[in-house]
């Protein structure tokens, strides 16, 4: 019995023993990764600082006709930053994009949609009622707000609207497996319940995480993504940056 | 093909014994101290340009294909070990029917020729395997094989291993719109009102949507250093975490499956606060 005892105790340490020395590897690895973005960041701190400086001749030219449409997703916590948004949008201008979409998930941007309007002479809202295409050759500048809403929750308004349709049709219910609907007529059905778009070139996302955070997903089928980081650290460098990298990819659209 | 099949196997025979399944058990250890994805999905991309790098100027060959299948059986063993419940693999979509035919054909080929290869390993395993997408444009062989798979592994439900072919999420919302229709005429054809108004809610298209048998993933891998979606599981990765890497798919390895856990173990608190603000 006192043997027993004893393997069990021998046990109970070394699992506890076995736990800490996982955990502390565990850190270490996490260390280790967070020292390995650090340096990562600290070096592409510099290239910014750089690029901002026109000291990097590969960023002075861009092709900035190759976006035509850009969408800025923003996290809800720092879209309350108004000001980072205005000079971020300030930034974008100045490069030469006009039609920008900017989404944060909770609709806070929504709210301080006059408060930026107001900082760019001649920027129209954006309405889902024009042709996409005629918007997009217009000079002045467009300014989309779009929010979680506009995402699954409009595809399920847009659904109804396509099921009216369907039901007016004359349709049983046995269609046997053959495509009723096709992507055009979803895109309108989209536009009638106020959630259509075109679909953004590029998708620069400013938070801590890679995530789009519900991004419309019927608009954005083969949009590139970059993530650039938190909003409070933004730069100009790594929008240059961004942009430069884009314009640079090659699609193949699945050919 | 016999040299292919023997490569694969030896691929998967040092994953599974000796000293490296030692070393990945150790690493696995310390990786559960986190937390672990429930469901990972693969962008599967690359290939093509492996094919090139093993057979240059040569003619479109299956190779590269061939090696993507062994890659995505690693990983799938690797996921499986690590305690990841629901894996999904991107491996046609329909954009690729524009593709020169031979290509096409080539890789459907090499699909079928692997099913049995797929249903071994699965069986192994138990492992459920689901296939996403519309099958109809495939032929007959292709759909009979496929139902043949997933019926053999129909009974396990400790993991469950998607494979998405002739998938785009657009297609994907579609047929859950198209399919939500059907159900609601059938059901409700008398109660409709004028208006319409709000008979299809979101519910009833995430039942309707061919990836409803997973929850959402965690991280979506792409390889190859792309940094978009191509039109895969754009309504379910509102919160998952992307992970654009440089490697070829047929060259993926333990280690780039651990660097995406430990980035995903790192922003998974912020994720975690994302997901429940949406529940709220």
Redesign the interface.
């Known amino acids: 019995m006192d043997f027993s005892r004893k393997k069990r105790m021998l046990r109970f340490w070394t699992d506890k023993i076995g736990n800490i020395l996982l955990r502390m590897s565990w850190h270490l690895l996490h260390a280790i990764i967070y020292l390995c973005y650090f340096t990562t960041g600290m070096v592409h701190a510099l290239e910014s600082h750089l690029i901002s400086r026109g000291l990097l001749r590969r960023y002075k030219s861009l092709h900035i006709s190759k976006i035509n449409y850009l969408a800025i997703v923003i996290e809800s916590e720092d879209a309350c930053r108004t000001s980072n948004v205005i000079q971020l949008l300030q930034w974008v201008v100045a490069l030469g994009i006009n039609h920008i979409c900017l989404y944060d998930n909770e609709g806070i941007l929504k709210k301080s949609k006059d408060l930026i309007l107001d900082k760019f002479d001649g920027a129209i809202l954006f309405q889902d009622t024009h042709e996409d295409n005629i918007l997009l050759d217009q000079p002045c500048m467009t300014l989309e707000f779009v929010s979680f809403s506009d995402g699954k929750e409009a595809v399920a308004r847009a659904a109804n609207v396509l099921l009216m349709k369907y039901i007016k049709s004359g349709a049983t219910g046995s269609n046997q497996g053959e495509q009723i609907f096709t992507d055009s007529q979803m895109s309108e059905a989209l536009k009638t319940v106020g959630s259509g778009g075109p679909e953004p070139d590029l998708i620069l996302i400013y938070g801590p995480a890679r995530c789009h955070l519900g991004f419309p997903a019927w608009r954005m089928r083969y949009t590139e993504i970059q993530h650039m980081g938190p909003l409070k650290s933004m730069e100009y460098g790594s929008l240059i940056k961004a942009i430069y990298r884009f314009t640079t990819v090659r699609q193949n659209y699945g050919k | 093909m016999a040299k292919e099949v023997m490569s694969g196997w030896t691929r998967v025979g040092n994953v599974s014994r000796g000293v490296s399944s030692v070393i990945r058990e150790c690493i696995f ?6 937390p672990i994805p429930n469901h990972i999905a693969f962008i599967m991309d690359g290939n093509r340009r492996y094919d090139k790098k093993q057979n240059p100027g040569g003619a479109a060959v299956s190779g590269g294909h061939d090696a993507a299948f062994w890659a995505l059986v690693a990983m799938v063993m690797y996921c499986y070990e690590l305690g990841v419940k629901y894996v999904t693999a991107y491996a046609f ?7 020169k035919s031979e290509d096409v054909q080539i890789l459907m080929d090499s699909m079928l020729r692997k099913f049995d290869l797929l249903e071994k390993v699965a069986i192994h395993f138990a492992i459920r395997v689901h296939f996403a997408g519309n099958l ?1 444009p495939f032929n007959n062989e292709f759909r009979v094989s496929a139902m043949k798979l997933m019926e053999a592994t129909a009974g396990y439900s400790n993991s469950l291993l998607t494979i998405c072919v002739a998938y ?3 297609d994907e ?2 047929h859950a ?2 399919e ?7 059901d409700h ?1 008398r109660e ?1 009102n004028s208006d ?7 519910m ?2 995430e039942k309707n949507m061919y990836m409803a048998v997973a929850p959402d993933p965690d991280i979506i891998i792409r390889t190859e250093g ?6 895969f599981l ?2 379910q ?7 654009s890497m440089s490697v070829l798919w047929p060259e993926i390895e333990l280690w780039n499956l651990v ?1 995406a856990i ?2 995903f ?3 998974k608190p ?2 975690e606060r ?1 997901k429940k ?2 529940q709220v």
């Open positions: 250890g310390v990786l559960r101290v986190g979509s329909i954009d690729n029917f524009k593709r109809g785009t999420s657009r919302i579609l719109i198209e939500s229709c059907e159900q609601k005429c059938i054809v409709i319409g108004d709000h008979i299809i809610k979101l009833d298209l792309e940094n978009r979606l191509s039109n754009l309504w990765s509102c919160g998952s975490h992307l992970c660097l430990l980035n173990q790192k922003h912020y994720l994302k603000e949406k």
